[in-house]
């Protein structure tokens, strides 16, 4: 037998890909499953973006590329943050990976020293918490209430920092709740990261799907933010290209320096000819995002009303990301025990709360990254279901 390392031990996962593939093979034994369990678009990637990876295969994209990423992708990335966040950036400050998740894995490794803490969202996106025990940090989780609409609850964060504590964690919109902090979260929360002398790694992936008056307030643009801020970023959700793998950080030059390193110990670059559909992506016409967006909307709309007539549900209106996270605690089941019921009796696979951390018991994760008829025929058979539960049998 291969001896395993003992710092395995330590290494969560991502259990949407778990379930994705027990659907799957459900689906192999002749059984119908609606999909609300994967979080990526339902979309194909623009077709702008995949003419510009086409012509740069031809054009010979397909060698090595600088570690840190394209100069002319890290400068158009630079354009397009300055802009988006009002802040200044430049070419120096990012660097390219090949999707925006390997950020997290990077940036905990080059800021955070064995033994220290770092405050992350729960329930929140599990490989925060995942990748700080692994790298032998201690993770501190921060509770997202229903209550509070799934926000930061500013006396809670308080209440955590040591003088351990080294990096805090945000992500707004937010997986899996939707949930988005306000400038005036995103303000006090600065203060906070400033007097504590706080990294703060900033998950942007979802800053784009946004709705309504909403808008995504980056704490980069908190003045004093920037030199202590790491954005992650990327094309997975925005742009529908998640098997892309395409993402980015932007950091302090002296920290982008060591994480292009990284990257040389790792991967040694991303690939080039994605770079290269990454600028078409940015720069090319964007009604696509802005379609994408609307009918995201709608869904939202239809799976919130929806799930609000089952009895046992109650769920929030988001105001961001494409998930929804239904309180479950009216059906007296586990989040766990009602995510196999709902697979094995309704055909529909969806994430417990669980899968998010702790403080997700009492919920389900359902990601509507599909289409209305399907979130209808979900709804409808959720329905079906639920009414069969001994608690609704009186
Ligand atoms: C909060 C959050 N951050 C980052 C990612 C990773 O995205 P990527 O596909 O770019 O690695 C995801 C993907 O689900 C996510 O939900």
Known sequence: MIHVAQRMSRLGTETAFLVLAKARALEAQGKSIVHLEIGEPDFDTPSNIKQAAKKALDDNFTHYGPAPGLPQFRAVIAKHVSLTRGIEVTPENVVVTPGGKPIMFYIIMTCVDEGDEVIYPNPGFPIYESVIEFLGAKAVPLRLKEENGFRIDIQDLKQLITEKTRMLILNSPQNPTGGILTPDDIRKIASIAIENDLIVLSDEIYSQIVYGDFKHYSIASVP?????TVILDGFSKTFAMTGWRLGYGIMPEEIAKLVAQMQINSTSCTATF???????????????????VQEFKRRRDAIVDGLNSIPGFKCQK??????????????????????????????????????????????LRFSYANSIPNIEKALENIRKAVKKLPVFQT
Not at 274 to 292: C, F, H, N, R, S
Not at 334 to 359: H, I
Request: aromatic share 10%; charged share 15%.
């Open 274 to 292: 994605t770079q290269i559909a990454g600028i078409e992506a940015l720069t090319g016409p964007q009604d696509g995002v802005q379609k994408m």
């Open 318 to 363: 988001p105001h961001g990301a494409f998930y929804v996270f239904p309180n479950i605690t009216g059906t007296g089941k586990s989040s766990r025990e009602m995510a196999d019921y709902l697979l094995n009796e309704a055909g529909v696979a969806c994430l417990c709360g669980t899968a998010f951390g702790r403080f997700g018991e009492g919920y």
């Open 224 to 228: 004093g933010m920037l030199e202590r």
